[in-house]
């Protein structure tokens, strides 16, 4: 009976530095935000401020940028939720336009397609892949904002006359 239980023990043990170990290796991404049935995860959120710290060459650490990205990502969500319901489409080859577009631009401002690779950790595959949904949920709302834009109108009477000088 006492060697059922020493046998118990040792097992439990290396269990629970199985389960410890496979913790640690696992990196677990945390939800920082829900809007509406969409989560904005942790990485999520790195990999956006990552972006626009890149593209206008900012401290990607900067609390200030994390939070406007936090922001945007949350009002991004809201009209996302708004193209679904009003059914805006966009098309593969626009999705593909766009991404080229915007990956050669981080090219040029990496210096090269091997910084760029680098800074992100990844093969330049690998980012268009991992991009490539997320450039297509920004076309959407970059549709819908048009045309909630375009339909507004303002007349003569809601423009402030010119101060005189």
Known sequence: MKRFNVYRYITGILTALAIHTATAQTRIDRIV???????????ELVERTTLVALQNRLNPADEM????????????????????IDS????DDEVTRELDQQV????????????????????????????REIMRKQMLVARVRQAKEGAVQISRREVPAPSPV
Do not use: C, F, W
């Not at 406007?68 to 809201?78: F, H, S, T, V, W």
């Not at 805006?88 to 098309?91: N, S, Y």
């Open 33 to 43: 935000a829900v809007v509406d049935k969409e989560i904005i995860t942790e990485s």
């Open 65 to 84: 940028l994390r939070r406007q990205m936090l922001d945007a990502l949350i009002a991004e969500k809201l009209v996302l939720a708004q193209a679904i």
């Open 88 to 91: 805006v489409v966009v098309t």
């Open 104 to 131: 050669d631009n981080l090219v040029r401002r990496a210096g090269s397609q091997e910084r760029l690779e680098q800074i992100y950790g990844m093969p330049l595959s690998r980012i268009k892949r991992e991009s």
